[in-house]
């Protein structure tokens, strides 16, 4: 939705800022979304009225 909107995504230099991710194995009952990439396309249309 930034990117929709015409707005730039910044990060910080890693000298200032950085993070480190913790691993993890996949939740279960938290299964992949088959139409989670047709909720991607809803969105490129539907962002606007969307009041985020």
């Known amino acids: 939705r930034v990117r929709l909107a015409g707005m730039k995504i910044s990060r910080p230099p890693i000298s200032i800022g ?5 691993k993890h194995k996949s939740d279960k009952g938290n299964e992949e979304n088959p139409h989670r990439f047709d909720l991607l396309v ?6 606007t009225q969307d009041r985020m």
């Open 18 to 22: 950085h993070y480190k991710m913790v």
């Open 42 to 47: 809803r969105t490129q249309r539907s962002w």
